[in-house]
C-alpha cells in the first residue's frame, strides 16, 4: 500500500515536539506492514539545508498565490517529499513563531498550501507515483481531507491524527477566499467554526478516520473538558474514532547503542548508568551525593504543569530531592524555574533551551523523570524514560495513563509496576508522588525492579504500527 503522509515537522529534519519524532518514526515501522509511506513537509530553512542531491517531482506555478516545487529526496530511511516555497518558508524563525515568538500572520496560507499540495498529490499529479491513502497530521495538515474532498477526481481515503487538540487552526472567515475552497465548504459541516474557520474542525468533519495518539484521549476529547470546544464534532465522528498509542523508535533511543550516551548499559547493567548520572550532575552543577536526581525535559507550558513544578520546587528540595530541568517556553514559568535554581545551587539545575543530545542523556543518567501534564495525548518522555530506566512520574492523563503502570503494593508485589501516577494534577497531588518515589528509591532492590520492568515495556512501535496499517487496510482494501 502507498501511502502520503503529510505532516508540518518530521524528526530529524525539524522537530519542536513529540509530532517530529511520530511523523519519523511510524514511516520506518510501517515498511514491515508493506506500507510505503512519502512524507511532505514544508521546505523551511534547516530542511534545505540538511537535505541531499534532490529530485525536482511537481512545479506548481501559482499554489495558492506563489511559485513551489516538490522535491523528493532519501533522508534517514524516510523518502520525503520537500514543498520547496520560499516565500512560505524560507525565513528566519520556528516552523509556526517568528523570531520574537508571535504565529506568522499568514500561517493560514503557510500550512493550507502545505495541504494543498498534498491533495495534488493525492489527485495523481506528481507522475509516477499516486497514493492508496492520505494521512495527514494535527491542524497543519488538517486541511488535506477538506482539499480532498472537494477535488474533482475520485476521493481516496484519508486519515487524520491529532495530536494534540489544543492546537486548532483557527483563523478569521476573512481569509476563506484565499483558500480557494468552494463557496459551500464554509459550512459546519465543513471548516466553518462560529464565524470563523477551523482547520482542524473541516479535517475531523471530512478525514474519513481519526486517530488520537492513544485510546485514554480518544476517550477523553469526547468531554467538555479535554475537547476544547470540539467535543461535540468528536462526538458526532465517533464511529471513525480510533485510539492509538505512539511508540519510540527503538534504535534511536537505545540505551545499549545511543551516540550521546558516554556508558552504555541495559537491564543487567544498571550500575553503568552512574557515569551518566555524574555527568549529568556536572552540567547542572548538582551535588554529587546519594539523592536521587529527578529531571524534567519539556516544552515549559502550563498544558506541561511546569507552574506546579515551580510551586512546589522548595518543597522538593527539603524533601531530599534534586531537579535537572531542560526546557523552554513560556517567558514567565522560564522565570520562576531559574529563580527556583538560583534559589537552591546544587540541589537545582536548569538549561533553557532545547537540547536534542542531552535529553537522551538525561533519561541515562537522572533516576527518575516528573511529567505533571493537565493533559497529555499520548508523551513520549515517559515512554523514553521507561526505555532508559529512568523512572517516570506521571500525572494519570491521557498516554501518561495508558503507558506507565502505578507502583501501588499490588503492582510492586507482582512486579508489574513501571512507574508512578498521580491524580489530582494539583500541587499537593504531585508531591505526594515525589514521596512516594523517594520512599521507593530508599529500597534500591525495589527501585531497580521499578526500573527492569520499565525497560522490558514494549514501547517499540510494531503493534501500533500494526494497527494503523490494519485501518489504512479497513479504508483502501484494494490498496494491498
Ligand atoms: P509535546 O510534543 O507535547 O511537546 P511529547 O512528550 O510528545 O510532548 O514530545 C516531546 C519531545 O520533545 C520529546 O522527544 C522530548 O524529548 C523532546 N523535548 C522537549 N523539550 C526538549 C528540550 N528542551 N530539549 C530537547 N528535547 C526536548
Ligand atoms: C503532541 C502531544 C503529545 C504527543 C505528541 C506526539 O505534541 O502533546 O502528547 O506525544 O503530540 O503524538
Redesign the pocket.
Known amino acids: 500500500m502507498k501511502v502520503l503522509s503529510v505532516s508540518s515537522e518530521v524528526f530529524p529534519l525539524i522537530k519542536t515536539?513529540?509530532?517530529a519524532?511520530?511523523a519519523g518514526a511510524l514511516p520506518i515501522a510501517l515498511k514491515r506492514y508493506g506500507v510505503e509511506t512519502k512524507t511532505l513537509m514544508p521546505g523551511y530553512p534547516a530542511v534545505m539545508k540538511a537535505i541531499r542531491d534532490p529530485v525536482v517531482r511537481l512545479q506548481f506555478d501559482d499554489l495558492l498565490g506563489e511559485p513551489a516545487t516538490v522535491l523528493e529526496v532519501q533522508h534517514e530511511g524516510l523518502d520525503i517529499l520537500v514543498l520547496d516555497a520560499p516565500a512560505y518558508y524560507d525565513r528566519p524563525g520556528g516552523p509556526y513563531l517568528d523570531q520574537t515568538g508571535k504565529d506568522y500572520t499568514d500561517n493560514w496560507r503557510r500550512f493550507a498550501a502545505l495541504s494543498l499540495a498534498g491533495a495534488e498529490i493525492a489527485a495523481g499529479l506528481m507522475p509516477d507515483w499516486r497514493p492508496d491513502l492520505v494521512h495527514a497530521h494535527?491542524w497543519q495538515a488538517a486541511l488535506t481531507p477538506v482539499y480532498m474532498r472537494y477535488y474533482p477526481t475520485p476521493e481516496l481515503p484519508s486519515v487524520l491524527?491529532v495530536?494534540?487538540i489544543a492546537f486548532q487552526g483557527q483563523f478569521g472567515a476573512e481569509v476563506f477566499p484565499g483558500l480557494r475552497l468552494p463557496p459551500h465548504a464554509f459550512s459546519t459541516e465543513s471548516i466553518e467554526y462560529y464565524g470563523h474557520l477551523g482547520y482542524l474542525k473541516g479535517g475531523l468533519q471530512t478525514a474519513w478516520a481519526i486517530t488520537t495518539?492513544s485510546p485514554s484521549y480518544a476517550d477523553e476529547i469526547l468531554t467538555p473538558e479535554f475537547g476544547m470546544g470540539l467535543e461535540g464534532v468528536i462526538a458526532s465522528r465517533r464511529d471513525a474514532l480510533h485510539g492509538i498509542v505512539?511508540g519510540i523508535d527503538a534504535d534511536i533511543w537505545n540505551p545499549a547503542t545511543d551516540p550521546v550516551v558516554h556508558t552504555h548499559y541495559g537491564p543487567t547493567t544498571l550500575k553503568n548508568r552512574e557515569e551518566n548520572r555524574k555527568s549529568i550532575a556536572e552540567f547542572f552543577r548538582l551535588h554529587d551525593d546519594g539523592a536521587p536526581i529527578f529531571c524534567i525535559i519539556s516544552r515549559l507550558t502550563w498544558?506541561k504543569g511546569m507552574d506546579l513544578i515551580a510551586a512546589t520546587a522548595d518543597e522538593i528540595v527539603a524533601l531530599g530531592g534534586k531537579l535537572a530541568i531542560l526546557g523552554s517556553g513560556d517567558p514567565a514559568l522560564e522565570g520562576s524555574l531559574l529563580a527556583a535554581a538560583a534559589r537552591h545551587p546544587g540541589r537545582i539545575g536548569i538549561s533553557i533551551g532545547y537540547n536534542e543530545p542531552m535529553s537522551h542523556l538525561m533519561q541515562a543518567g537522572c533516576d527518575a523523570i516528573i511529567i505533571p501534564?493537565r493533559f497529555?495525548?499520548?508523551?513520549?518522555t515517559q515512554l523514553y524514560g521507561l526505555r532508559y530506566g529512568c523512572v517516570p512520574i506521571v500525572a494519570r492523563t491521557?498516554?501518561l495513563n495508558d503507558t506507565v503502570i502505578d507502583a501501588n503494593h499490588a503492582a510492586i508485589a507482582a512486579k508489574a509496576a513501571t512507574g508512578i501516577q498521580f491524580s489530582p494534577v494539583t500541587a499537593e497531588g504531585m508531591l505526594q508522588a515525589i514521596r512516594r518515589a523517594m520512599t521507593l528509591y530508599a529500597d534500591q532492590k525495589v527501585w531497580t525492579q521499578l526500573q527492569k520492568q520499565g525497560m522490558k515495556s514494549d514501547v517499540s512501535w510494531e503493534k501500533s504500527a500494526e494497527r494503523y496499517a490494519a485501518l489504512y487496510s479497513s479504508l483502501a482494501p484494494k490498496g494491498k
Request: hydrophobic residues 20%; aromatic residues 0%; charged residues 15%.
Open positions: 515536539g513529540g509530532l519524532d511520530v494535527d491524527t495530536h494534540n495518539v505512539n498544558q501534564s497529555e495525548p499520548c508523551g513520549l491521557g498516554g
